[in-house]
């Protein structure tokens, strides 16, 4: 498995031994009771390394444990519907190869990680429904230029849009609602012909509403509870 431990003393041969701490802390910090190997609805690995973890619903608690950083060779780390708390780490910008990062229904607190927006591989980004993790968006945002869904509802951001927005032309899912963004969105919002569905609702939202939004037939959209004008 390429990490250093001979295999006649190792444990688990096959698998990369820092790929199994990450799993091994989340475990301890968890106080689950469970194989490394056993834990969550799916786990595969490709020569001898992790590239697909979906640890939704695995009663996982306690912050993300810094050994994430071993994880190189994610594509999908799903976590949500947990008890997982504290900040979102640095150390997960070592996961490059990132494409999907599901965070959702979680106790996350905190600002985002600068960290977070090298991941440029990332399609798929939800960190919505943690209620304490804040803080306006950084326009590094912008060097994620291949997302397609980007989740931030039920949280705790605020301030306006930055203009990066416009670098995301992939996306087509955008869920900003009941936060405490303010600004007018329009004014980048507009230059994402690709979205079909826009969740607004409950921000403290400005501005005119664009004349053309209800010829879009196919655009999913709400925004009440805001201060749009038109």
Same mark, same amino acid.
């Given at each position: 498995?390429?990490?250093?431990?001979?295999? &006649?003393? @190792?444990?688990?041969?096959?698998? %990369?031994?820092?790929?199994?701490?990450?799993?091994? @802390?989340?475990?301890?910090?968890? *106080?689950?009771?469970?194989?490394?190997? #056993? !834990?969550?609805? =799916?786990?595969?690995? *490709?020569?001898?390394?992790?590239? %697909? &973890?979906?640890?939704?619903? /695995? +009663?996982?608690?306690?912050?993300?444990?810094?050994?994430?950083?071993?994880?190189?060779?994610?594509?999908? $780390?799903?976590?949500?519907? +947990?008890?997982?708390?504290? *900040?979102?780490?640095?150390?997960?910008?070592?996961?490059?190869?990132?494409?999907?990062?599901? $965070?959702?229904?979680?106790?996350?607190?905190?600002?985002?990680?600068? &960290?977070?927006?090298?991941?440029?591989?990332?399609?798929?980004?939800? !960190?919505?429904?943690?209620? *304490? !993790?804040?803080?306006?968006?950084?326009?590094?945002?912008? +060097?994620?230029?291949?997302?397609?869904?980007?989740?931030?509802?039920?949280?705790?951001?605020?301030?306006?849009?930055?203009?990066?927005?416009?670098?995301? +032309?992939?996306?087509?899912?955008? @869920?900003?609602?009941?936060?405490?963004?303010?600004? =007018?969105?329009?004014?980048?919002?507009?230059?994402?012909?690709?979205?079909?569905?826009?969740?607004? =609702?409950?921000? =403290?939202?400005?501005?005119?509403?664009?004349?053309?939004? /209800? #010829?879009?037939?196919?655009?999913?959209?709400?925004?009440?509870?805001?201060?749009? /004008?038109?």
């Amino acid at each position: 498995d390429n990490d250093g431990i001979p295999n &006649a003393d @190792d444990a688990y041969p096959d698998h %990369h031994n820092g790929d199994l701490q990450f799993i091994i @802390d989340l475990i301890h910090n968890s *106080e689950v009771n469970l194989p490394p190997l #056993e !834990l969550g609805g =799916e786990q595969i690995w *490709e020569n001898g390394r992790l590239v %697909h &973890a979906d640890f939704r619903l /695995c +009663n996982l608690k306690g912050p993300i444990p810094d050994s994430i950083q071993n994880a190189t060779q994610l594509r999908y $780390l799903n976590v949500a519907m +947990n008890n997982l708390s504290g *900040e979102i780490p640095t150390a997960i910008g070592a996961l490059t190869l990132l494409q999907t990062l599901n $965070l959702n229904m979680n106790q996350f607190r905190g600002t985002l990680p600068a &960290a977070l927006f090298t991941l440029t591989n990332l399609t798929d980004l939800d !960190l919505g429904y943690n209620h *304490e !993790l804040g803080g306006s968006v950084s326009s590094a945002i912008g +060097n994620l230029v291949k997302l397609q869904s980007l989740g931030l509802g039920h949280a705790h951001f605020s301030g306006p849009l930055p203009d990066s927005f416009i670098n995301l +032309n992939d996306l087509s899912y955008l @869920d900003l609602s009941y936060n405490l963004f303010s600004g =007018e969105p329009f004014d980048v919002l507009s230059f994402l012909p690709g979205l079909t569905y826009l969740l607004l =609702e409950r921000n =403290e939202f400005t501005g005119q509403l664009p004349l053309d939004l /209800c #010829e879009f037939s196919d655009l999913v959209m709400s925004f009440q509870n805001n201060h749009f /004008c038109g």
